[in-house]
């Protein structure tokens, strides 16, 4: 079963990284998959939620922080070394690699994780933000797949786990009534 799944997941990928591609998206995706062009709209929006949310938002931007620090090591530290996946810029023989490989296992996404903790966090505690933060987090992630780094499992997986981080976090501080905005 877990050959099947891998075989899919490797066709998808082929699909996703090859076929379904253009110049134009490519210069798109490699912008979106650097976290030095993307840190300075994570950036914009944290200075928003802070001085909209007041001493409200500047708790939720630290918890948000420290869970983002939290996922991040979980699935560095913990999560890769534990499933040891190739990147499939070391395991395919077709590949369209926009970037430099980089070091390190493949599942789960890193990128993902933090995205999704990001995404469910604030769509949580800030709803008019929601759709905007949703659709950022997914190009992101998809970016990952797109530029040869990463398999769409590895993505899924890392939005999925982060999603949770995410969850957890706002439902904690919704349950000590740190108010942020309303839907």
Known sequence: MQNVIM??????FQVLNGILTSPPTDHLFIFLTSIR??????????????FTYKK?????????ALTLGITDQ?????LKPMVNRERPCRQEATIRLLIPCGPGQSFPSTHAINNGCLAMFIGIMFPHMRLWILVFALLVSYS????????PLDVLGGLLIGAVFGLFTAMMLKRFSIPTAKS
């Open 144 to 151: 990952r797949i797109y530029v040869g780094v990463h398999y």
């Open 74 to 78: 979980f699935s560095t530290h913990v």
């Open 56 to 64: 409200q938002g500047i708790i939720a931007l630290m918890a948000l």
């Open 7 to 12: 075989h899919i997941d490797s066709a998808l």
């Open 37 to 50: 062009h993307t840190w300075p709209i994570y950036a914009i929006l944290a200075l928003f939620i802070g």
